[in-house]
């Protein structure tokens, strides 16, 4: 329900945002007690920000609204022709009390990326940054602060246009919405097994691999499902004989001489936390290589002893090593091998940053409550 319209100065980015409170927020012990066990994606907070986009006028009506329903005409073009982007990131709480996030630069020019691609406008990043200000402005009670927590952002565009005809819609929506998200892992980082996925495509060559757009997690679900069932969390996506990424998180292998390898290819999303924590490894005299490998490398080296390990990474998960990767007709497995350490400690040292407990020398935290 809203009762009030705060029309507020024009923020750094030159535009004019209309605050819209909701009269009836989440009450504090309530709010608490999701706080204290929020798990992943089940909890909103109270609010959320939209911005309009149309051909004729740009991007205009920045707003910080209740949250809730999007009224949206069953013709949407988004609803037919999948014409969506997201992007995810989190707010961290410090020990001080202050509310920080992880290079949304990187997001934002991402996000841009994936707008051009999937023929939407490209929101100017300043908008992206002010979005976030705006609503941890409102919402900044919901970051949590107990340890390896944070308040999971998720930023997103969509065709609202309702027009069936087949061409990039007219009219487009910008949203944010924020999730209170609990600690990956309780009880200690634990090893994941992944399926090797022989019959099944996230992407193609050309595609849309590379952009963070819905249809490919739509078509990840397919093969997801059958992995669960072999009892695997996740799948590994191949391009023929060479390995891509998981479903939501990319791939790093560990050589035996204490080199990182990461797939390279046209249509792999380019993850931010993989970027940052091959950073890392170089900042500690670490090899890092990128380029094309395929699964008989990895299967051979792991046979051979030359590769040591893999580990997956995203914004949500951070670091999971891999304990296993589950084929048709074969295992890798590398449970219990000591490579799980370097990825544990250098998901000790990213998350360290983003918690502010280690020195953020690369300048990549920005403060979103002030
Ligand atoms: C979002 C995403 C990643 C991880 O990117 P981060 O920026 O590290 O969160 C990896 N693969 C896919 C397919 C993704 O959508």
Known sequence: MTTELHLQA???SGLVWNVLPDAEPTPDAEREAILADPGFGQHFTDHMVDICWSEKGGWHRPRVQPYGPIPLDPAAAVLHYSQEIFEGLKAYRHADGSIWTFRPDRNAARLQ????????PELPAE???????????????????APETSLYLRPFMFAKEA??????????????????AGAYFTGGVQPVNIALSTRYARAGHGGTGAAKTGGNYASSLLPQTEAYEKGCQQVLFL??????ELGGMNLVLVTD????????SESILEGITLASILQLAQDRGLT????????????EGAASGAIVGA???????????????????????HEGDASAELALSLREELTGIQYGRVEDRHGWMVRLDA
């Open 10 to 12: 024009p923020s750094a």
């Open 113 to 120: 990326r994936s707008a051009r691609r999937l023929a939407l």
């Open 127 to 145: 908008y992206f940054l002010e979005s976030l200000r705006q609503l941890i402005a409102v919402d900044g009670a919901w970051v949590p602060s």
């Open 163 to 180: 027009f069936l005809g087949v061409r990039a819609a007219k009219k487009v929506a910008y949203y944010l919405i924020a999730s209170p």
């Open 239 to 244: 391009d023929g004989s060479y390995i891509e």
């Open 257 to 264: 001489d204490g080199r990182l390898i990461t797939p390279e």
């Open 288 to 299: 890092v290589e990128q380029r094309k490998v395929t699964i008989d490398e990895w299967r």
């Open 311 to 333: 580990f997956a990474c995203g914004t949500a998960a951070v670091v999971v090593p891999i304990g296993k990767l589950i084929a048709d007709d074969y295992e890798i497995v």
